[in-house]
Each structure stands twice: as C-alpha cells, then as structure tokens.
C-alpha cells in the first residue's frame, strides 16, 4: 500500500466514522416539524417562509462566527456565503425587509478549530440536502433559483465539488491533528442545537415566531 493510499483510507475512515455517529442527531432534524413540513405535498408559501426564516438565524451565525476560525483551512469561503440566498428568497416571496432585519440570530458556543469545523460540517452538509428540497419545491410551488429558492438551489452545478473540497479540508486537519473526536461531537451537538432552533423559533401553528 502507498503512502497516498494510506492516506486516503485513514480519511475516507474518519468520513465514514463521522456520518456514522451524527446519523441519529441528523435523523432527528430531519424529523423536526419544520423540517418535515417543507417536504409535505401540501406545503404552502407560509411553510417555506417558516423554514427559511429559521434557517436564517443560524447560517448567518456560521458565516459571522465560524468562517474566520476556519479561513486558513476551508478554501472557496466567500461562494459558501448562503445568508444572503435565503434573503432574495424571502424578500421574492413577499416578506418584507423590516421582517428580516428583526429576525433573530443563533450564537455558536465554540473554542477551537476541531469544533467550528464540527459545526461547518452541518451547515455544508445541508446544500446537499437542499438539492432534494428544491426539487420538492419548485415542483409545489414553482419557485426557481433566480425567483424565490436560490438558498436550496445552493451552489448549483459547483455543489458537488465544493463539498468534496470541503470533506478534503476536513479530513485532512483531521489527520494533522487527530481530533477526530473534537470535531464529531461538535457535529452531533450542531444537529441537536439547530433542532432545538427549529423549536424554539416555531409557533403552536407552526409558523414562525416574529
């Protein structure tokens, strides 16, 4: 076995690891009311709003919070920037500029690398997601990436090769530094706090909380 083989292998490991023991946080975001919601056959404007808005709150968290703690490691930072999507798909949908100035923000609780990138990993990993979102909504309610769904449209045709740079990124600081550990239970904590968010910002009707 070569040196690069070893190498890959010991991150293709660390990957398989790190899917394996988020599985059950990720299953229950999946699981979230507002989560389920969005891929209902009879979702409405007013769900996808809901989602949205509360998604809001921790992606623009990540890029204020978390992107200066990774910017030595994490390449293509800038075209990762997705709070701005969820903006044009709110405003094309009729929300108003006041309404999402008020909207609130999460704040990460983190102190060090191993755990900004646990949380990044959760944040990425949703653009893939996005792509079977999108599909689901612009079939329902016909929305498009240029006319009120760019945020799950993500990064398009670029998806697939920036989350391969970024499980890259990660693996290889992983193998640097060996805190393989640091980062999973940072991912596993990011699903359950992004749950709790969705909880916390829906109302009884399942709306979202202004």
């Known amino acids: ?62 890029e204020d919070q978390i992107f200066p ?41 983190f102190s060090s690398v191993a755990e900004a990138l646990g949380i990044m990993y959760v944040l990425e990993g949703s653009t893939l997601g996005g792509k079977i979102l999108y599909r689901h909504i612009h079939e329902v309610l016909g929305l498009t990436p240029e006319n009120g769904a760019s945020y799950f449209w993500g990064y398009g045709t670029q998806t697939g090769n920036l989350w391969k740079s970024f499980i890259s990124s990660l693996t290889q600081f992983v193998d640097q530094t060996g805190e393989r550990d640091a980062v999973i239970d940072s991912a596993k904590r990011t699903f359950t706090i992004i749950d709790n968010w969705l909880d916390q910002m829906a109302r009884p009707d399942g709306r979202i909380r202004s």
């Not at 070893?6 to 023991?21: I, P, S, V």
């Not at 009729?94 to 609780?109: K, T, W």
Request: hydrophobic share 40%; aromatic share 8%.
């Open 69 to 109: 703690a990774i910017l030595h490691i994490v390449s293509e930072l800038p075209e990762r920037r997705k709070s701005r999507l969820i903006i044009e798909d709110l405003l094309a949908t009729g929300c108003s500029e006041s309404q999402i100035v008020a909207l609130p923000v999460y704040r990460f609780q």
């Open 1 to 62: 076995m070569s040196e690069a083989t070893a190498f890959n292998t010991e991150q293709d490991l660390f990957f398989k690891q790190l899917r394996q023991e988020t599985a059950e946080s990720h299953k229950k975001l999946e699981d979230n009311p507002l989560s389920k919601a969005i891929l209902t056959p009879s979702v409405s404007i007013q769900d996808y709003q809901a989602y949205l808005t509360a998604l809001y709150g921790v992606t623009i968290a990540c």
